[in-house]
């Protein structure tokens, strides 16, 4: 039989009309320079980054982008994290800074049990905290203003909640009650006369019936900006604060439990000045956040044409199956050739681009959106990383792990859903039968978090301790609710789970030892003409067919 080589040779010549159609009736010599053509664009697609460069000095354009955005994006997520430090410490500071200038006798670590039990320890209360608004620019040590709308100062609102009519009589057990909810204001201006320095009681008409009292509320705004940026080259930001001091009696059970939230907003500042190099500063970090759309741009460029070039080459090895194998290529060689590493960074690249517009527009104080930019950093960042490990995959012992971990994906998402209708059974359960005795079970999301700890193995004793006693039948329920969750996802689910992933573990080692099944997709890249080690040939030797595929 002739030999194969000299008959791609002397078709390279040919005309190429029908060079890629596989309709009709090809020759000898076009059907085996069609095969490897595509048996060399198939090896040089599944190539890594090393081979293609021995094969034909390509250099790694995507390999060498990465590692440098491996490390711009990391430090980029650095600097913005220690400026978002900086925003959280000044909210942090400021909510206990208004806690004790505006609670009376607030002491730290004493938000879940700081209560009144009185009367007059209600309107003590109250009247301390609008004493304490009126003086604030005396008695503050920080820099916090009331809010202004146009010319004037906003007041601070006293809202009283409470039933449209009730009596009741607990002595009797008789009760009569409208339960809709009424509402009461009055207002404080800032400029309200002291006198002695304080606020005296008899200039407001305000009483509360407690029988009725639902809630009330005193609700202020304040101002500031955080200085503390100056010092770390950044320009400050200004801040809202919406604070609302709650006087909670909806139990009615003789404790009026107090909170205050503060509600921040960020805004930029209106007109501002600041000498020095801060402004310099600011802009080579813009630079910097430029450069690095700029790289994220390059990859995203180069990913989104390597994801096309194996779209297009699954299609034309489908067309070439079904003439040559007669055989329809299977859905998990087609998903062979969509890399799905590509797409990872791809989304990567473009969370980093958003977020990094959004970082330079808060640099730049247009924006004040640190949420959505350190959802967007944060998360580009963990993607850039993870697609570290696509590169430590090129080495067998590295592959070994990526290849335990796709092969076991699916089993393991089968095995946590029938797990997960074990565990909200016993969440449903746990919530409304030990609910109102103990207090890791008062809501649902509580009763979850608190059966994840026990599965690992956190706060065991606690839990047990701290079931109250006063009902034994729910007691006694509890021994038997708590020994048999434990036991049965310690020692049985994640078991099951471990022993999941450890047999794939061993299958795949098995297999890479071995010799690995053969399916189409391999077939076709093991039976190439050119055995390995892989070379390309010179020019002059496959004449067209080089052409073709160094485009590639």
Not at 278 to 297: G, P
Not at 354 to 359: D, V
Request: glycine fraction near 4%.
């Amino acid at each position: 039989m002739e030999n194969p080589e000299v008959i791609v040779s002397s078709c390279s010549s040919r005309d190429d009309e029908n060079l890629y159609s596989y309709k009709g009736q090809p020759s000898i010599c076009q059907e085996l320079l069609l095969e490897d053509q595509l048996r060399r664009k198939l090896k040089f697609f599944f190539m890594n980054p090393c081979e293609k460069f021995w094969a034909r000095g390509r250099k790694p354009w995507k390999l060498g982008i990465q590692i440098l955005k491996i490390a711009m994006v990391t430090i980029q997520l650095v600097f913005f994290g220690l400026s978002n430090q900086m925003v959280v410490a000044f909210k942090e500071e400021n909510t206990v800074a208004f806690k004790h200038l505006f609670l009376k006798g607030y002491t730290d670590r004493m938000d879940d049990t700081y209560a009144v039990y009185t009367q007059v320890d209600v309107y003590d209360q109250i009247f301390f905290a609008i004493n304490q608004y009126l003086q604030l620019r005396n008695i503050s040590v920080g820099n916090h203003a009331y809010e202004k709308r146009g010319a004037e100062e906003t007041a601070m609102s006293v809202c009283q909640y409470f039933y449209k009519r009730g009596t009741i009589c607990p002595g009797n057990d008789t009760f009569d009650i409208d339960p809709e909810i009424q509402t009461e204001c009055f207002y404080v201006e800032p400029v309200q006369p002291l006198e002695n320095g304080t606020l005296r009681r008899s200039a407001f008409n305000f009483t509360l019936d407690f029988h009725r009292l639902v809630t009330v509320q005193l609700m202020f705004k304040l101002k500031a900006i955080n200085l503390q940026t100056v010092r770390h080259h950044e320009l400050p930001d200004c801040y809202d604060f919406t604070l609302t001091i709650v006087f909670d009696n909806k139990a009615h059970s003789g404790r009026i439990k107090i909170s205050l939230d503060n509600d921040i907003a960020i805004k930029e500042c209106k007109e501002w000045h600041v000498s020095g190099s801060i402004q310099k500063n600011t802009h080579y970090m813009m630079i910097f956040d430029a450069f690095v759309i700029l790289t994220c741009s390059a990859s995203l460029v180069l990913c989104t044409r390597s994801v096309i070039k194996g779209i297009r080459l699954q299609r034309e090895f489908v067309v070439f199956s079904l003439h040559h194998y007669k055989k329809e290529v299977s859905f998990s060689d087609q998903m062979e050739f969509v890399n799905g590493w590509y797409i990872m960074i791809i989304v990567s690249d473009v969370l980093t681009i958003i977020g990094s517009t959004l970082k330079m527009e808060i640099q730049a104080k247009s924006l004040t959106s640190y949420d959505v930019c350190s959802i967007l950093l944060g998360t580009s960042t963990m993607l850039v990383w993870l697609g570290v490990i696509r590169y430590l995959g090129f080495f067998q012992k590295y592959n070994l792990l990526i290849l335990t971990l796709r092969a076991a994906l699916p089993n393991v998402i089968r095995f946590c859903c029938c797990a997960a209708m074990i565990y909200l059974g016993y969440c449903f359960c746990g919530w409304i039968v030990l609910g109102p005795y103990h207090v890791k079970f008062r809501s649902l999301n509580m009763v979850s978090e608190c059966l994840f700890s026990l599965i690992n193995g956190d706060d065991m004793f606690a839990t047990f301790e701290k079931m109250q006693q006063k009902s034994y039948l729910v007691w006694l329920f509890s021994r038997i609710y708590l020994y048999s969750f434990i036991s049965l996802f310690i020692y049985m689910v994640l078991s099951l789970f471990i022993a999941l992933i450890t047999d794939t573990y061993e299958t795949v080692k098995v297999c890479l030892m071995g010799s690995m099944e053969r399916v189409l997709l391999k077939m076709a890249l093991s039976d190439s003409l050119i055995q390995e080690p892989y070379v390309f040939p010179p020019p002059d030797s496959f004449g067209h067919f080089y052409t073709y595929t160094s485009r590639i």
